[in-house]
């Protein structure tokens, strides 16, 4: 995951994940525009495993954070010094989730993300939805639906780590690191979905869990 080599950036082609465009409105009489990018809605699902009591995350490479660790003056290089900016410095820690990039209810995706990317088959009536918001108001706004599962570990029948070229590693943090973690004073190398997700949880869920 850390082997991070020829980093470079190129101007955005036609993509089926991202499309940047300027939006023109008029406002209390007021002509404005704003950027914004149309992207695909997706799933979250809070995998916690009640064998264990920890709670399962995935990690992986994110090359937005990643860019965002790189000095204005150094993204003007041909190639990046992956020496100065080590991969590191883009990985992210996430509740399980995925794009909605086919026809079919959200559940039905909900349950492909946690068995590509954790592992565990997890039957439908076991996966609880909770709610849904907009994710990214600032450019994107695009809707994110959030589910809660518990699984076992006689439910893993998977490795998980993703699929196609997706390198993701699973991650299981017990309850007392999850509360360090969203107590922490930052930066979180996590998305406010997730720290949202985990909020949720130790309201709602982790008394009975504690031992």
């Not at 860019?67 to 820690?93: C, F, M, S, W």
């Not at 996966?127 to 959030?146: D, E, H, K, N, W």
Request: proline share 7%.
């Amino acid at each position: 995951m850390e082997d991070l080599t020829n980093v470079y950036f190129t101007p955005l082609p036609d993509s089926p994940y991202v499309k940047p465009f300027r939006f023109n409105y008029t406002q209390n009489g007021m002509e404005k525009t704003w950027d914004l990018l149309e992207v695909h809605d997706s799933v979250a699902i809070i995998v916690f495993n009640v064998s264990r009591n920890v709670m399962v995350f995935v990690k992986q490479f994110r090359p937005a954070i990643y860019y965002n660790h790189i000095q204005p003056q150094d993204r003007k290089e041909k190639v990046i010094d992956t020496a100065k900016y080590p991969a590191a410095l883009g990985i992210a820690l996430e509740m399980c989730a995925g794009i909605i990039d086919k026809i079919k209810p959200v559940e039905e995706i909900a349950r492909e993300e946690v068995l590509e990317e954790c592992g565990y088959d997890v039957p439908l009536e076991k996966l609880q939805r909770i709610t849904s918001y907009r994710a990214g108001v600032g450019v994107q706004g695009a809707l994110q639906t959030l589910f809660y599962c518990e699984v076992t570990d006689d439910m893993k029948t998977e490795q998980g780590g993703g699929v196609d070229d997706e390198i993701i590693e699973v991650i299981e943090k017990s309850i007392p690191e999850v509360e360090e973690m969203v107590s922490s004073s930052g930066p979180i190398p996590s998305p406010p979905s997730c720290l949202f997700a985990l909020m949720w949880f130790l309201h709602y869920k982790a008394d009975q869990f504690r031992k």
